[in-house]
C-alpha cells in the first residue's frame, strides 16, 4: 500500500506485540493503527476533550477505538481488494473531527486525525475528490478573487432558495451561515527602515498571517502587530519567497487541503512556507502564528509530509501568538504595559490542537498579564465546527449537538460574559449558536494596552 503521509517516523516504542496480526502490506500506517489497547479510555461520558464523536452518538464505533477494530479488519483484507473505498470504513471515520483528543488522552496517543488523513487521501485516490471538498479545501485559492467571493457569499447566506439549490448540488448545509470575507483583507505594514532582520538585539520576529486572519478577520493580525510592536519587538510579516511560483497569492500552511485528505496540494503549500521561511530559519528568528489548526499542523502533521529537516527545524522555531508572549514573559524580556479591561469575567474556550499539545497553559500566563482580568475556562471537547465539518449538510445536526456538550450551556450560563476563543471555526460555531462575538488574544491583549 502507497502511504499518502510519511509514517516512518511515528512512535511505537513501548508498544509490545500491539501489532500482531498486522499485516507487512500495512506498513508503518498499519502501526499507527495498531498502537491501541483497547482500554476503552476514549468511549467515557465525562467533561474531557475525548471523544465528541462518541459522546454525542453513544456509539463505540464512532470512538478511536471502535474506528481501529475497523481499520484492522480493513488492513487484514476483510473488505476486499479496495478496503479504503469501503462503505463500513466510511461508516467509521465519517464522524471523527479530527481534534486530537485521542492523541492526548488516549494511554498510547492514537492520532486518529492523521489516520483520518491518511484514509481520506487513500479513499480520493480511489474514487476522486467530492466537489465540496474541492470547493473549501481550496478555499485559499478562491481567496485570489475575495470581492468576488464576498459577494457569492453574502448572497448565498442571504437568499434561503440560493443557499438550498447550493446543498442539492454542494452537500454545504443550507442552514448554516458560510464565513463572509472581510470587505478590506489585511494589508502588510510598509517596513521601517530599521526592520533589519539580521539586528543583533535579538527583538526580531516573523508573523505568519494565515488565510483566515488575513481575509477574514484582518483586526486580529492588526492587533498583534500592534501588541508585539507596543512589547519592542521589529515584526516583519511573512510573504512568498522571490521565486515563488505564485508569488501575487499570500502564503497558506496547506491545513484546508491536508485536513480533507488532499495531501499532494498541502504538501506544495508547505514548501511554499520552507522556501519563504529559510531566512528565519537559518538566523533563528521566532515565528509567530495566529491560528491554532495552522501553527500547531507546522509542528506536527507537517512532519508526515516528508519534508525533510527543514520542516524538523521549523517546528521547533514556530509559536502560537500566546506561547511567544508567554516565553519572553518567562524570560524577562517582556516589556508590555497593560490596563484593566473591566467588564464580566472573560469565558474562554480553548481549540481543540492546543488543548491536545497542552498549548492552554500558556493561554493561561498571557491572561493573567492583564491585571485584575477575571477569567474561568470552559471545560469542553470540540465545539463541533472543527474546520469545515460543521457545514456539511449530514454533519450540521451532529455539530451543534457537539456545541451543546458543554460549550454552548455554559455560554448560557453566563448571558453577559465576553467570549475568547482563538480558533477561527470556535468563533464561527459560537456566533452562530450562542448569538455572542469572540475575541482572539491579540485582540483583547491590544485592548488593554495602557
Known amino acids: 500500500m502507497k502511504h499518502h503521509l510519511d509514517w516512518s517516523s511515528y512512535e511505537t516504542a513501548g508498544q509490545g506485540d500491539a501489532y500482531a496480526g498486522i499485516p507487512a502490506t500495512g506498513g508503518d500506517f498499519a502501526k499507527a493503527v495498531a498502537v491501541c489497547i483497547s482500554d476503552r479510555l476514549c468511549q467515557r461520558k465525562p467533561k474531557g476533550v475525548m471523544c465528541p464523536s462518541?459522546?454525542?452518538?453513544?456509539?463505540?464505533?464512532?470512538?478511536?477505538?471502535?474506528?481501529?477494530?475497523?481499520?484492522?479488519?480493513?488492513?487484514?483484507?476483510?473488505?476486499?481488494?479496495?478496503?479504503?473505498?469501503?462503505?463500513?470504513?466510511?461508516?467509521?471515520?465519517?464522524?471523527?473531527?479530527?481534534?486530537?483528543?485521542?492523541?492526548?488522552?488516549?494511554?498510547?496517543?492514537?492520532?486518529?486525525?492523521?489516520?483520518?488523513?491518511?484514509?481520506q487521501a487513500q479513499r480520493n485516490a480511489l474514487t476522486g475528490v467530492p466537489l465540496r471538498d474541492r470547493l473549501f479545501a481550496g478555499l485559499p485559492r478562491w481567496l485570489q478573487y475575495p470581492h468576488l467571493l464576498r459577494w457569492g457569499v453574502k448572497l448565498r447566506n442571504r437568499v434561503p432558495l440560493l443557499a438550498r439549490l447550493l446543498e442539492a448540488y454542494t452537500g454545504i448545509a443550507a442552514d448554516r451561515r458560510l464565513p463572509e470575507p472581510a470587505a478590506r483583507p489585511f494589508v502588510t505594514p510598509a517596513r521601517a527602515a530599521d526592520t533589519d532582520m539580521m539586528a543583533a538585539d535579538g527583538r526580531d520576529v516573523v508573523l505568519f498571517v494565515d488565510t483566515f486572519a488575513r481575509h477574514f478577520e484582518p483586526r486580529i493580525a492588526d492587533a498583534a502587530m500592534a501588541v508585539l510592536r507596543a512589547a519592542g519587538y521589529r515584526v516583519q510579516v511573512l510573504a512568498p519567497a522571490a521565486d515563488d511560483a505564485e508569488p501575487a497569492r499570500p502564503l497558506c500552511c496547506g491545513r484546508t487541503w491536508l485536513s480533507l485528505g488532499q495531501v499532494e496540494a498541502a504538501r506544495y503549500e508547505a514548501r511554499r512556507m520552507q522556501a519563504a521561511l529559510r531566512p528565519a530559519?537559518?538566523?533563528?528568528?521566532?515565528?509567530?502564528?495566529?491560528?491554532?489548526?495552522?501553527?500547531?499542523?507546522?509542528?506536527?502533521?507537517?512532519?508526515?509530509?516528508?519534508?525533510?529537516?527543514?520542516?524538523?527545524?521549523?517546528?521547533?522555531?514556530?509559536?502560537?501568538?500566546e506561547e511567544f508572549i508567554a516565553r519572553e514573559h518567562d524570560r524577562k524580556r517582556l516589556s508590555l504595559a497593560l490596563k484593566p479591561l473591566g467588564g464580566e469575567k472573560l469565558l474562554v474556550h480553548g481549540h481543540c490542537h492546543q488543548k491536545a499539545v497542552g498549548a492552554m497553559k500558556s493561554l493561561r500566563k498571557v491572561l493573567r498579564l492583564i491585571p485584575d482580568l477575571e477569567f474561568e475556562f470552559v471545560e469542553s471537547s470540540c465545539c463541533g465546527m472543527a474546520g469545515s465539518f460543521g457545514l456539511d449538510a449530514e454533519h450540521a445536526a451532529i455539530s451543534r449537538q457537539m456545541a451543546e456538550l458543554d460549550l454552548l450551556p455554559a455560554l448560557r450560563a453566563l448571558p453577559d460574559a465576553p467570549v475568547l476563543a482563538n480558533g477561527f471555526s470556535c468563533r464561527h460555531q459560537i456566533v452562530e449558536g450562542g448569538a455572542r462575538r469572540p475575541q482572539h488574544v491579540a485582540e483583547l491583549m491590544c485592548a488593554a494596552l495602557a
Open 54 to 119: 462518541f459522546r454525542v452518538s453513544d456509539d463505540a464505533v464512532q470512538s478511536p477505538g471502535g474506528r481501529v477494530l475497523v481499520l484492522k479488519a480493513a488492513l487484514n483484507g476483510e473488505f476486499g481488494p479496495t478496503p479504503f473505498a469501503d462503505p463500513r470504513l466510511a461508516e467509521a471515520m465519517d464522524l471523527c473531527v479530527g481534534c486530537k483528543g485521542c492523541k492526548r488522552e488516549c494511554a498510547n496517543q492514537v492520532d486518529m486525525a492523521a489516520i483520518k488523513i491518511e484514509w
Open 281 to 321: 530559519l537559518a538566523t533563528g528568528l521566532p515565528i509567530i502564528g495566529l491560528e491554532p489548526s495552522c501553527i500547531l499542523s507546522l509542528r506536527d502533521d507537517h512532519l508526515k509530509l516528508g519534508l525533510g529537516p527543514e520542516a524538523e527545524a521549523l517546528a521547533k522555531q514556530v509559536w502560537l501568538f
